[in-house]
């Protein structure tokens, strides 16, 4: 075995990590997060991610469950170099990576256990098991241990005999430990960890020959070379356990990096992210928003490394993956998943990129999810892509996308077909003053004026009808006028988009054209 999967041929310190998911056909935020970590770490260093699918226990199989995890994976660039690349495709000289193919493997290393005395067979049924639990009741230390492991002096003869009666058995592991010692461990993100020896004979194989996590764990990770075990911190009391069976099997122990749970805000107070309460608990959340891979990968990264947004801010254009992502950064305690954060992220990543790759993401999204955005987008590439350029590239974009599911409100004015009026004016404009305004504009109106003329003409309708063109001016004296500038053009917006805060207005209507101008115009004087 250990010449069937030798040591890998890697430069000093690179790192080998993996993501060990059950395939439950369901992709948690968490997975994604540890994913991200795992990959991180291996990448940092030039070493090597791969993907091992923990399918042991075949109750919990669910169909296609491969593929969603992997497309979940995939969708935010957690590409594996390694291991189960696509449903039933194995890449790689260290599988197979399905544990339920590697039966043969973990015999092996039972049978060596057993040879050297440290895994014996046990025959306790359940009602056996009951028992001892029930004997234990003012037994500090629970569990099949010492003098409660009952098989764990069975003579040759004794297990022969049950063997061929046919007694069903499990192996468990002798343990070696004492519960009065302590093991150490330095965990890359925990710090160092002391917990007391395990004493439980742990089972290793079930009765169907099928390994334990744990057995699998140390085989696996042993013989795949993992050098950094990257996995939920819901395994560290198991580390007592993992570190004995190293040491029984002869492997060296990997280094360990726990990672906290995503925490959430409730209350006043912290739990997780529950995949029953919380949609973006699911990967397939971010998808089907429309949240970029470029977004949810920065964001995981603030949640990753607090000193993040401080590189950030210096390394403005960076890749992401130039950032020294480092273990030892990561919280203790768990990271808080904040919405709003996520989405001021994104606005600001999809702010700086340019028109066109909005454009090709809202597509790409709107074909999935929304086929009457994608019909409309693509109607003509042109005028869309002019109207995904408003207020970009320039040095402060504006930033009102968050995810490509926003788009279609967000343009939804540029297109008759979902274009919704609404003539709602600011409390201070009644609606006889709006249509004045408005009437008044109509006459003015010229298509053919540049940005500086368009202007200059709506400031100067400000006077005749008593407003001010000057902000100032207004504010000094309030009572002097009916409003200011800003209020004549809001009234302006309103009437050709049905809103009261849009991009640049000018860029708008030169967009929309002269007609459609005309007629919003005089459709919201017929109207109001
Ligand atoms: N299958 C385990 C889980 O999904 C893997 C833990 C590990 O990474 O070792 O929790």
């Known amino acids: 075995m250990e010449a069937m999967f030798p040591e890998r041929n890697l430069k000093e310190g690179a790192r080998v990590t993996r993501l060990a998911p059950s395939p439950t056909g369901f992709l948690h935020f968490g997975n994604l997060f540890t994913g991200t970590v795992a990959y991180k770490t ?31 994976l995939r969708a935010f660039d957690v590409i594996a170099d390694e291991g189960v690349v696509g449903e039933g495709t194995e890449k790689g000289d260290y599988g197979p990576y399905y544990q339920s193919k590697r039966k043969e493997i973990y015999h092996v290393f039972a049978k060596k256990l057993v040879l050297d005395g440290l895994a014996y067979p046990c025959f306790c049924s359940a009602e ?75 089972v290793l194989l079930k009765s169907d020959g099928i390994p334990t996590y744990h057995f699998a764990h140390a085989v696996d990770d042993h013989l795949m ?31 360990y990096a726990h990672v906290a749970p995503i925490m959430k805000e409730e209350n006043g107070g912290k739990r997780k992210l529950s995949k029953r309460k919380d949609p973006e608990a699911a990967v397939t959340f971010y998808v089907e928003k429309g949240y970029p891979k470029e977004s949810v990968n ?18 403005k254009d960076a890749d992401i993956n130039s950032f020294p992502f480092n273990l030892k950064k990561m919280s203790v305690s768990g990271a808080l998943f904040d919405m709003v954060k996520l989405n001021d992220v994104s606005k600001n990543i999809i702010s700086l990129m340019p028109a066109k790759k909005v454009y090709d993401y809202t597509v790409q999204w709107a074909k ?7 019909n409309l987008l693509t109607r003509d590439e042109e005028y869309s892509v002019n109207i995904l350029n408003i207020d970009r590239e320039t040095p402060k974009p504006r930033k009102d996308i968050a995810c490509f599911s926003e788009v279609k409100d967000y343009i939804s004015y540029f297109f008759p077909e979902i274009y919704e009026k ?81 991009p640049d207005l000018y860029a708008i209507m030169s967009l929309l054209g002269e007609s459609t101008v005309k007629e919003r115009l005089s459709d919201a004087i017929k109207s109001l």
């Not at 291996?42 to 491969?66: C, L, P």
């Not at 993992?226 to 122990?253: A, K, N, Y």
């Not at 001016?473 to 309030?478: A, F, L, R």
């Open 225 to 255: 070379r993992t050098t950094h075990v990257v996995r939920g911190d819901e395994w560290m009391s198991s580390c007592p356990i993992h570190l004995q069976l190293f040491r029984c099997l002869g492997f060296r122990v990997p280094k």
């Open 368 to 374: 999935d999810y929304d086929s009457e955005l994608y």
């Open 42 to 72: 291996a990448k940092v260093s030039d070493g090597v991610f791969y993907v091992r699918v923990e399918d042991t226990d075949q109750k919990r199989k669910v169909e296609g469950a491969i593929e969603v995890m992997l497309e979940g």
């Open 422 to 502: 609404n003539y709602e004016m600011p409390e201070n404009i009644t609606s006889d003053m709006a249509k004045e305004i408005l009437e008044a504009y109509l006459k003015e109106f010229n298509p053919a004026d540049d940005k500086q003329q368009w202007f200059d003409r709506i400031k100067a309708l400000c006077e005749p009808l008593g407003y001010t063109p000057n902000v100032k001016e207004y504010k000094k004296n309030p009572e002097a006028y009916k409003g200011h500038v800003g209020d004549v053009s809001t009234v302006i917006r309103i009437a050709v988009t049905g809103r009261r805060n849009t």
């Open 128 to 202: 056996a098991l009951d028992e001892i639990r029930a004997q234990q009741e003012n037994e500090p230390q629970k569990g099949y241990w010492g003098k409660y492991a009952a098989c764990r002096n069975l003579t040759i003869d004794e297990i022969e005999k049950n063997i061929s009666e046919g007694k069903p058995w499990t192996l468990r592991l002798k343990s070696p430990g004492d519960a009065e010692k302590k093991c150490f461990f330095d965990d890359m993100i925990k710090g160092k960890i002391e917990m007391p020896e395990n004493v439980q004979d742990v």
């Open 298 to 315: 920065e964001y995981i990264m603030t949640l990753m490394n607090s000193n993040f947004e401080d590189w950030r801010k210096t390394n």
